[in-house]
């Protein structure tokens, strides 16, 4: 008799079993429709980890099958459904890369939380045959002077570099974002980057069946038992203590083990398919694996390695311990996999055989306990339809936090000290330097860092080419609050465009989508219009989406977060040496601005900094402008004409200007054309704009160039000197001297090692961590 | 006049977390030919002197520290040891090693 | 014939293909030792890359000092033979004994990835007798622990006798103070951020050459100092196990 | 037949040697608005199980591993507690917190 029966029989008891699993009855009738009959307790506990949002993509599936995911023409070897999207980067070679996230784990326990994130997204690369060359981090959290939160950035922090440092995978980006909606919730989300050569290319499958099933790396404990369920799919309150399961502990060594020896198998051609264990653990991976290769498995369970005495069947199937592998062996070599891992000293354990049946089996001291198709725990999962509707008032709303009367009049538009904004916009929590983060991470290991973390896309040469890797990751919340589609596409705009501004190509997309209750309908709403927004973007740069990760629910009991479409791009370089960097090269050189600012302050970094929105919505994108701006970045570069090339984005065209001049320790002397007013010109956020200095005598074939993108392109002036001085000029830098007062805006005149210093200074003094150590500077 | 007394706060993981350093050193102790250690924890501990009224207040205090500061609830559990007390105000430092 | 030059793998070793990419830049053929096996395969000099042997639990490079290939590498060095730890590296053999001090945890208590300057304060040893014209020498660190300590006794008999071989110094060249100075990453007594042996023939140090051996990657000053090991190796490998060599 | 004997290494930094991390809790004493807490040591706690005839033997094993793996002498000084003993030959784990 299951529980499920008993409790229909009782309803006065305890709620029946599924529900107190997160399966609600439509679900439990959904289940029973695919097993012909009742599932008992371990079954029900498999779907509960199984059909969670967070394995199963219920709400999400059919928004995420509009996305363009490219073909082989475009590079791509493996697509979304894979652990991670592999692109070829020619000579052989394919890079893989994904982004996931790890948002509750965080929440609960910031420091294993964040190294567990790392250990997952790390295991889905080298799962594939890449071997992990990069990490990058992408961090949000709530207000940086509550203890709380200084609290989750230091465990976050600490625990990311904890386990890519002891691993040997580089950190070489990330992101770091303070935004009131996400003190109840956190985001950690962590991109992996992987090389391999394509011949090894090794899918998550499970074919022939005869072949054993081959469980290696750590014993399996009670390590987030319901964590899949509970953490990652229901609203996360901090103080219901049934919702705190056991904590998963990562083991780095263990993991750097389970590395070398998994690209050791592969490498060998030991493996017919290998997959990780994440969230669900044995049940994903064998389900996941055997659905792949339309078979199933025979599972011993009394065969798995365990670390604890008396773990139920259950828990043994769905722990979460981490650092564990799933191999699919032909039998004759199960010898050669034991003497690997024996070597790297990693346990190993054959756990059963793949079938032809298509069901997962699993026996517990000869008995069956468990027969599920292993269709129905994955690809014929359920999936549910949610009601998407806008919220009713749609007009831009205050920024989430701030005061919101008379939100309009609070921006210093009248009378203003450019100067002053500019450097109270360096110097905040939102734009000041990273290095206090960033330092604590290992950025330099496995000598490729060409360019590491601190200004714009990391690079990463690929040895024994001339090509290089370049890549970021980016999200623009704010504006996706207002408007989520917009939010989404200039996320991608902008993580694209941080890769053209090196002169490389991007290759590829991948993307976490952080949002709220798909059962609330605004939520919904908002995560198919950013699903549209992706796919817009996409395909207007002619960019494949290879893969990627949903993480809804993220709500506390303050609210759902911002909306947090966040973007990871690889793009390649062919020649490392075209590289261009965002830092002024040298005096004299020309600065020139391509592209044209439009008005628009809703979502900006300016308005933060004021204290409310602009009423006047965020500006507009033009994809086709911004797929021309792109274009004619990369074509400027490889033809050599730029010394520098920068995007405008957080902080607008001023922010642009001055870290330029920091990072290269020269100023500039330089005009700007005020066409809308100084607020939008100089610290608008408008997209599409970038801008490129170059040697003098080039500076007429690049305006050229420009033009035939049909780009607008304006001098700025020129770079020299020790300060950062910006004249605003034009109509729009006068106004009405009644209403503005006699000079609108005085202009900029700041020495860039006073710039530097703000800058530096900005983020340690936010989080009340002790001085940043600033390093010595060049590279 | 208050006392000072000298406490230890052991911290270990939780039984069933996992422990990676405890697993590291049972791996190695065959280089070291040794035999029949197992269940290896490895914790941290932290000695302090606290002046207080008496044993109690004290111990509220060491108690407080050892909850929000030196242990992660979630994952380790505390004991406290208390090695010492002298009445005068001069340091308990290194008492009960 | 390019001299072989070994580099010991732990579990836990993530630096060891670097080092073997720099060594062959150098000209070496590098000959990986696995940390089982008690042989080093006919080797002329040793290097212990940086990592995470055995993941530092408990000390950083502790567990590791047992390892069976740690009892030959000791044997060759009690012999003459040409030594090296960098960073995780040092820790082992600071661990083991065969270089004075111990790596204590950073100040900060915090994991530092940054690029640092170190002075060479011996120009004329094995280990640095390459490094070339460029004073500060700039190149990173990345460790936790890497405090450099011993007792007063120690550092000063460690200074009379020209065994500090590094030590971290601002820009301007002038040695960093231990405390609340950026330019000493990690709090070092006295800044020390390298020293050897009595014997001179073992080495190590918390900076990593070897990430700085390539323009590519932001600095080549480290370059110097792997070329000066694979050249001494290669010295003692035709026979001459002269351990100072004259200056350039 | 051997005797399982659980012991705690407590493994501490000498007197005179840096101890960042009891100067950092020191340090964070008044944000948790506790006063009265000085002289902070951190160090380690190492606790395992070990079979062995009698106490003395089990005694030597310990103190081997303590000085030869778990402390380094340079720098940290360690000491013995014996938490508790079980004849039987199963696992101790845990016995003793
Ligand atoms: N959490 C983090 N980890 C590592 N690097 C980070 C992190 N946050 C920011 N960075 C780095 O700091 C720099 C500035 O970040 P951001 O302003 O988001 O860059 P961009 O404006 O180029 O998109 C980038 O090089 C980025 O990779
Ligand atoms: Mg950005």
């Known amino acids: 008799m299951t529980m499920v029966e008993r409790s229909a029989e009782s309803p006065a008891a305890a709620p029946p079993l599924h529900r107190a699993l997160g399966i609600t009855d439509h679900e439990l009738a959904a289940i029973r429709a695919r097993l012909g009959r009742d599932p008992n307790d371990v079954e029900l506990a498999m779907f509960s980890v199984m059909w969670s949002e967070h394995c199963s993509y219920k709400s999400s599936k059919p928004l995420l099958r509009t996305l363009p995911t490219g073909s082989a023409a475009d590079g791509v070897v493996a697509g979304p459904g894979e652990n991670a999207g592999v692109i070829s980067i020619g000579d052989g070679l394919a890079v893989a890369f994904k982004i996931e996230s790890h948002n509750h784990p965080s929440a609960v326990e910031p420091y294993q939380g964040a190294a567990t994130g790392v250990g997952g997204i790390l295991r889905d690369i080298f799962t594939m045959g890449a071997r992990p060359i990069a990490v990058l981090d992408a961090l949000r959290f709530g207000d940086p002077s509550d203890t709380r939160t200084r609290h989750l950035v230091d465990g976050v922090v600490r625990g990311v570099g904890g386990y890519g440092n002891c691993v040997g995978v580089p950190t070489v980006g990330g992101e770091l974002v303070f935004d009131p909606s996400y003190q109840g919730n956190p985001l950690v989300n962590v991109m992996a980057i992987g090389l391999l050569e394509e011949r090894l290319l090794t899918l998550a499958q499970a074919p022939g069946p005869g072949n054993l099933v081959i469980l290696f790396g750590s014993a399996t404990g009670r390590d987030g038992i319901g964590g899949a369920s509970v953490l990652a799919s229901a609203t996360f309150t901090h103080d219901d203590p049934s919702k705190r399961p056991s904590v998963q502990v990562g083991d780095p060594f263990a993991e750097k083990l389970l590395i070398e020896a998994s690209l050791e198998l592969i490498e060998r051609g030991l493996v017919e398919g290998l997959q990780d264990l994440g969230a669900a653990g044995i049940t994903c991976a064998t389900s996941e694996t055997a659905d792949r290769a339309g078979t199933g498995m025979a599972i011993d369970l009394d065969a798995v390695p365990r670390r604890e005495p008396g773990m139920a069947a259950f828990e043994v199937l769905i722990s979460e311990s981490q650092e564990r592998m799933l191999a699919v062996v032909r039998p004759e070599r199960e010898a050669d996999v034991r003497e690997v891992c024996a070597r790297w000293g990693i346990p190993c354990a054959t756990i059963g055989t793949v079938t032809g049946d298509g069901d997962i089996a699993v026996t517990e001291a000869g008995h069956e306990i468990v027969r599920i198709p292993a269709a129905a725990l994955t690809s014929d999962a359920i999936v549910l339809q949610h009601l998407a509707a806008p919220p009713a008032r749609r007009r831009p709303a205050p920024a989430p936090g701030a005061p919101d009367a008379g939100a309009s009049d609070r921006l210093p538009e009248r009378g203003m000290d450019p100067g002053a904004v500019l450097t109270a916009l360096l110097g905040s929590p939102a734009l000041a330097s990273r290095r206090p983060v960033f330092e604590q991470y290992d950025s330099t290991v496995q000598v490729n860092t060409v360019v590491g973390p601190g200004h714009g896309a990391a690079v990463l040469r690929v040895k024994g080419t001339t090509k290089a890797l370049v890549a970021t990751t980016d999200a623009n919340a704010p504006v996706g609050a207002i408007d989520p589609w917009l939010g989404a596409a200039l996320s991608v705009a902008e993580a694209t465009r941080n890769v053209s501004m090196t002169g490389a190509r991007p290759l590829g997309v991948t993307n976490c989508l952080n949002y709220g209750d798909p059962t609330r309908p605004e939520a919904f709403w908002q995560l198919s219009e950013a699903v549209r927004g992706l796919g817009d973007a996409c395909r207007a740069l002619g960019l494949p989406v290879t893969g990627g990760n949903v993480s809804l629910n993220n709500e506390s009991p303050a609210g759902a977060i911002l909306p947090t479409p966040e973007i990871g791009v690889v793009g390649l370089l062919d020649d490392v040496e075209g590289l261009v960097g965002p830092a002024f090269a040298a005096d004299d050189d020309a600065v020139l601005l391509v592209g044209e600012a439009s008005p628009g302050l809703a979502g900006s970094e300016y308005a933060r900094l004021a204290g409310g929105a602009a009423e006047d919505g965020p500006p507009p994108l033009d994809l086709d402008r911004e797929r021309r701006v792109q274009a004619f970045a990369r074509e400027a570069a490889g033809r050599g004409l730029t010394a520098s090339m920068q995007d405008v984005s957080g902080g607008g065209l001023a922010v642009a200007l001055a870290e330029s001049a920091m990072w290269g320790g020269r100023g500039a002397t330089l005009r700007i054309a005020v066409a809308h007013s100084p607020a939008v010109d100089l610290f608008g956020e408008s997209p599409s704009r970038i801008v490129v200095t170059a040697q003098p005598r080039h500076a007429a074939a690049l305006q050229l160039l420009a033009r035939q993108f049909g780009l607008p392109v304006e001098t700025l002036g020129v770079v020299g000197g020790d300060r950062l001085v910006i004249e605003l000029h034009g109509a729009g830098a006068t106004g009405a001297v009644e209403e503005r007062g006699s000079r609108v805006a005085d202009p900029i005149d700041i020495a860039v090692a006073d710039l530097a210093h703000t800058w530096e200074h900005g983020l340690a003094r936010a989080l009340d961590w002790e001085a940043p150590a600033a390093a010595p500077e060049g590279r | 006049m208050s006392i000072e007394y000298r406490f230890a706060v052991n911290v270990l993981p939780k039984p069933g977390i996992l422990d990676p350093q405890g697993r590291a050193v049972e791996g190695s102790l065959a280089h070291l030919a040794i035999e029949g250690v197992t269940a290896v924890r490895v914790g941290r501990r932290v000695e302090l002197t606290v002046a207080a009224d008496d044993e109690g207040a004290a111990r509220t205090v060491v108690e407080q520290l050892a909850r929000e500061l030196l242990s992660n609830p979630l994952i380790e559990a505390f004991g406290l040891e208390l090695l010492g007390a002298t009445s005068s105000t001069t340091s308990a430092t290194g008492a009960g090693r | ?248």
């Open chain 3, 1 to 248: 014939m390019s001299v072989r030059v070994g580099v010991v793998v732990f579990p836990g070793s993530n630096c060891d293909r670097d080092t073997t990419h720099a060594l062959a830049l150098a000209g070496a053929e590098p000959v990986e030792l696995w940390h089982e096996a008690a042989d080093l395969r006919g080797v002329a000099g040793v290097i212990l890359p940086g990592g995470f042997a055995y993941g530092d639990y408990l000390r950083a490079g502790v567990i590791a000092r047992f390892s069976p290939v740690m009892r030959a590498v000791a044997a060759f060095a009690a012999d003459g033979g040409l030594v090296l730890g960098i960073c995780n590296g040092f820790q082992v053999l600071a661990e083991a004994g065969l270089v004075p001090g111990a790596l204590l945890r950073n100040r900060g208590l915090r994991f530092l990835g940054r690029d640092v300057r170190i002075a060479v304060e011996q120009p004329a040893t094995p280990f640095t007798h390459l490094a070339g014209p460029r004073r500060p020498l700039r190149m990173p660190v990345a460790h936790g622990e890497g405090c450099f300590f011993a007792d007063a006794a120690t550092l000063d008999e460690l200074e009379a006798n020209g065994r500090v071989l590094f030590r971290y110094v601002r820009d301007d060249g002038a040695t960093a103070a231990e405390v609340d100075d950026p330019a000493n990453p990690n709090g070092s007594l006295r800044a020390i951020a390298g020293v050897r042996n009595a014997a001179g023939n073992v080495a190590g140090l918390m900076p990593h050459p070897e990430r700085a051996s390539e323009g590519i990657l932001g600095s080549d000053d480290g370059f110097g100092l792997i070329r000066s090991f694979v050249d001494s190796a290669a010295a003692a490998d035709r026979g001459s196990r002269t351990l100072e060599v004259a200056g350039r």
